[in-house]
């Protein structure tokens, strides 16, 4: 068992050193180009009425059927079947195409995007998850608060942890693989509280983890990732990106004014196709 374990850690980080050399060679201009007010901490957080323009918890929560919510056995929901109304409020935001674009350049590109809801949870104490990066470089992870009780979990970063290039980290990997703890001093991190009405965003490339209270509140969010298309599509399948975070993985658009798709600059049109029911499938399968 503990020598298939390890037979698996071996292979995950051959692959992962070998994308590496990809991810930074993409990556490489990136922090020196960019012109974000985040680049230097590679976090902020937003007001989703201000940058939308209207109230985009109120718009999910009325286009999500709540008989469509079923949580699995770990308390979470996730779809990525997305409404008409809740993208044309993403989409059709300037302010919020400015944002992605300015840190990550103009290749930048809605990777996924689904809603994901966790139910209150009495866990029966605090745990952390183990620190880690993606494995993708730089990338951007995107909450939308949807509806979030004050004790929600949170996500605790390193701020300028990011500025460092991509390099597979083996010795927190093998640690967070064999779940072995590993502490950093409170004064070099920052907690990032997810919020009703609140867009948070933060590089992936950051050292993170996910923070769980004994009574873990309820977040209900829309996720969404953000990253340069070429480099998905080359890394895809050897570390979590693209639509459903597999070469196969895939969004379903449901909507009817169709431009709404093919004229946002962050959708990839190389990878959207109609399918005979009229929705659209966001898949790195779609490739020529
Ligand atoms: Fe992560």
Redesign the pocket.
Known sequence: MLLSRLKNFIVNAFQKIYVSNIIRSIDRDIINKSNSSMIQEGWGQFDAKEIFGSSISQIAQKSINSNKIKYNNSGSWISREIDESVLKTILSSEKFEQIIFDYLGEDARLDDIYYWFKKELIIGENISGSW???NVGHRF?CYIGIDVSESAPVTEVVPKSHLKPYKFKIISEFKRYFNISESISNAKTKLLKHKKDVITIFD?NLF???VYLKTSGFRNVILLEFISRKKSNLICGKTPCGPGQKIDGEVIFNVKNESLLLQSKLIDKDILKKLSNGTFQYSISNLK
């Open positions: 880690h990066d993606d992870k992936t993170h983890r996910g």
